[in-house]
């Protein structure tokens, strides 16, 4: 019972929030484990490999993507598109691994709303709105008005903390990992509805 088909656990977040520094630290310590990787029309910033960090593609394809249904969820997120494709999760899941999600708060919504049971969510933050600022100036990677547009999503994104499970405040790294690994341990041990009831049948005739 302890082992089952995989679960989900879902990161969003305002950008510069330090999601991926946080799910690098963490990886090695919360066992077998699927990252999502999705697919976008934004452009690629300096230091992103193509299948690494997302899937790079135009509108015109990712438009098609979602005429076949290739997409367990997808948003416009910043004016761009981003999404899952349902395959490598389906797959992950089948062989028992814990599938993470870095999306937004719409894509948050989509999996619950297809996948509540083995879905445990997880929104970080930085400390302050500040906070928030100084750090997306210091990453530089983006223009200044790329950054207003981040803050400004920032702003209407942490009005819907309370539709997640968990909140986390990545003040320092290493606290914030810490409390992930346990989150992420617990979020394997999630009991989909048809396993209760196939451990109740089988508890009670046995
Ligand atoms: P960035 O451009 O900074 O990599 O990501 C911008 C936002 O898009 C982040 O909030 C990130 O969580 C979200 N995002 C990335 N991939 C996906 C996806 O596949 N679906 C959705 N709904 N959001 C995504």
Redesign the pocket.
């Known amino acids: 019972m302890n082992r089952h088909s995989g679960a989900i656990l879902v990161l ?4 510069g929030a330090g ?1 991926s520094s946080l799910i690098n630290k963490i990886k090695d310590h919360i066992g077998p484990t699927y990252f999502s990787i ?3 029309t ?1 452009g690629k910033r300096e230091g992103e490999e193509e299948g690494v960090h997302y899937y790079f593609v135009d509108v015109d394809e990712f438009k098609s993507d979602i005429e076949q249904e290739m997409f367990l ?3 416009v ?2 004016g761009n598109y ?3 494709s349902l395959g490598p999760v389906k797959k992950a899941l089948k062989e028992g691994k814990l599938v993470i999600f ?3 708060v ?2 948050h919504d989509a999996v619950q709303n297809r996948l509540s049971d083995i879905t445990t969510s997880v929104f970080i933050t930085t400390p302050s709105l500040e906070e928030l600022k100084r750090r997306l100036h210091n990453r530089s990677t983006d223009s200044e008005e790329v950054i207003e547009r981040r803050i400004e999503m920032a702003k209407r994104e942490v009005q819907r903390i309370s539709e997640y499970d968990f909140l986390i405040v990545n003040d320092t790294l290493e606290e914030a990992a810490e409390i992930l690994i346990s989150i992420a341990k617990a979020a394997r041990m999630k009991i989909p509805t048809l396993q209760i009831n196939e451990f109740v049948q089988t508890w009670e005739a046995s």
Do not use: L, N
């Not at 969003?12 to 950008?15: A, I, K, L, R, V």
């Open positions: 969003s977040g305002p950008s999601k999705s697919t976008t934004r969820e997808y948003a997120v910043h981003y999404g899952t870095d999306i937004d719409q894509g």
